[in-house]
């Protein structure tokens, strides 16, 4: 799937991975919906890749992603502004095991309300013109990571409801894909103060230190690439896509059939 003219929704987008995917997808020639909580920023980020991409390139929307009805208001006004919606990357996420709650709220649910809600204006069956949703979990989501349970459940959440999706949507017909990136550590803001996100596992924080030293940083635009492979590659649905410094696999799982 070319990007040039494709009408996009990204999560989280004012601020690391999700800006880079919005930049990446601006760059292809795609009009971005930016939706974000965080206002000031959304909007001053939405001048600037205006300026430089051109005028009605980008929209910001304010839009927390534990509010189903704000993620229907803003893909709403998404629709009236560009004309439907072909590409979602759902990338909102937080570490925080202490208000553990709005982690899952954000990093799951924040998920499965982004792509039930772009489905409605998507799915081929009722009307949308098919397309493609990118999920962004974590290499947390394939394997454990002691300091951080919940979040680590969140993006097995991730993973395991992308790849149902996929399946779910071959199955039916509804003309969309579905994947999930599995990034290893990114250079972002998301690694500062490390030990105060832990909650009542702070104590392991130097075991996430020492992780993050074995494996390595990526920057945002290895996971780019990531999105840009999943995103148009015709092929891939249902896929899991793991990237870590010494390069990128596809993820394989146990089948019980
Ligand atoms: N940075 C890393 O090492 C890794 C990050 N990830 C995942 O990538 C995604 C993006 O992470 P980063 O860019 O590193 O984080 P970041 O903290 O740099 O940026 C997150 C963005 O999401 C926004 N956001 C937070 N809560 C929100 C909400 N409820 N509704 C809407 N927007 C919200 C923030 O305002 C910010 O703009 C997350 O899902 C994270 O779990 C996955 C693997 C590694
Ligand atoms: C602290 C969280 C920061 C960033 C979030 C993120 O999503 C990054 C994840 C990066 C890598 C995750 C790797 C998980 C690997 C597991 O499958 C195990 O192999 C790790 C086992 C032990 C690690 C040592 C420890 O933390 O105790």
Redesign the pocket.
């Known amino acids: 799937m070319a990007l040039n003219n494709k009408i996009a929704v990204v ?10 995917v919005t930049e990446t997808l601006l760059q292809h020639g795609a009009k971005v919906a930016l ?4 206002e000031i ?2 909007k001053n980020l939405t001048e600037t890749l205006n300026q430089q991409h051109g005028t009605g390139k980008a929209l910001f929307l304010k ?5 189903e009805q ?1 993620i229907k208001d803003t893909f709403q006004k998404t629709v009236e502004t560009f004309g439907g919606i072909d590409i979602v990357c ?6 925080n095991e202490e208000t553990w709650e ?1 982690a899952v ?3 799951l649910m ?2 499965i309300r982004g792509t039930y809600v772009g489905m409605e204006h998507m799915n081929k069956l009722t009307g949308g013109r098919g397309g493609v949703i990118i999920n ?6 394939i394997g454990p990571f002691p300091s951080c349970p919940v ?1 680590t459940a ?2 097995h959440g ?1 993973v395991g409801f992308t790849r149902a999706m996929g399946a779910a949507s071959e199955a039916s017909g509804y003309g969309i894909r579905f994947n999930v ?11 500062a103060n490390i030990p105060e996100k832990l909650g009542r596992f702070s104590h392991l924080a130097d075991a996430a230190h020492k992780l993050v030293d074995t494996l390595g ?2 920057s ?1 635009s290895e ?1 780019t690439e990531c999105f840009l492979e999943l995103a148009t590659d015709e092929s891939k649905n249902g896929e899991a896509l793991v990237v870590f410094p010494k390069g990128k696999t596809y993820a394989k799982f146990p089948s019980v059939l």
């Open positions: 999560t989280g987008a004012v601020m690391g991975i999700g800006r880079a939706l974000d909580v965080n920023a959304g839009c927390d992603v534990q509010s704000e759902n990338n909102a996420g937080i570490l709005k709220s954000t990093n924040g998920v962004m979990a974590s290499m947390a989501g979040y969140t993006k991730v990136i599995c990034p290893s550590f990114v250079q972002t803001d998301f690694l940083i990526l945002v996971v």
